[in-house]
């Protein structure tokens, strides 16, 4: 037992010249996150991120996408009661869920965006301001920014000095919370750009966990899964992830409620 308790699961390969195709595998598909977990991230850029109320989305890291399983959860939903019709039943996912996986506020003000209309240089502006860091024109569409041009800059920032500004750990700490949110919480189906209308909203730290980013998560979701159970949609978008938790949390409670009905 004292061999078994010691023992670690290592996901990554422990002998290189075996697994020769690993810096192809999905499994690095995460590049910046594997970078982040390999450099810390600064301790008071993660203070900042706590306080925000979007560490749980944080914590979970990105997770890698299972296209089979999510594909089998939309052919079972229905837009009509917004449930997952299932032989067991019509569950769904509620903010109670939203709120104990992955710890986001589902009180508070509505998140709302700022659709205003603004060139690429009104945003460039914004984005030295809030992000630290200016992209280039060709990096906007529309009102979106391309997503390598945030990984390249945050990449490049992974590192900060200890003697690094308030400004400096506010910036970075921003970077994290755009990339959350528009990359995974409320991703669109675009896959490589990150929609600039939450950017503003990160401003002012004193009221971003005012926000109820629990509600708008879900319901982007929701929004998503009644898009893509139609016959003519081939895509689908939303916090993804958060299909995924429930599903395994929802089997492993129903597995040992049946359990201890049998016993």
Known sequence: MAGYSAYQLDPDPLEPSVLTQQ???????????DLVKKYPIHPRVLEVIELSGLYGVYRSNRSIINHILITSLVERWRPETHTFHFRTGEPTITLQDVEVLYDLPVNGDPILGDESIRTKGDWQNICQRLLGFIPCPQDFNHSSL?????NAHMLEQLQLPD???????N????????????GMMMADTSGNYLKLMY???LEDFNVVSSYSWGSAT???LYRFLC???QSNQNEIAGF????????????????YFFYFIIS
Do not use: E, N
């Open 23 to 33: 810096l192809t595998h999905r499994r690095c598909d995460g590049k910046l996150w």
């Open 146 to 150: 391309k997503v390598t041009a945030l």
């Open 163 to 169: 003697l690094a500004t308030q400004d400096m750990i």
């Open 171 to 182: 910036q970075m700490a921003r970077c994290y919370m755009f990339w959350m949110i528009a």
């Open 199 to 201: 950017l503003p909203m």
């Open 218 to 220: 879900l319901a982007c």
């Open 227 to 229: 898009k893509a159970s």
């Open 240 to 255: 993804l992830p958060l299909l995924q938790v429930y599903l395994i949390t929802t089997s492993i409670i129903y597995k």
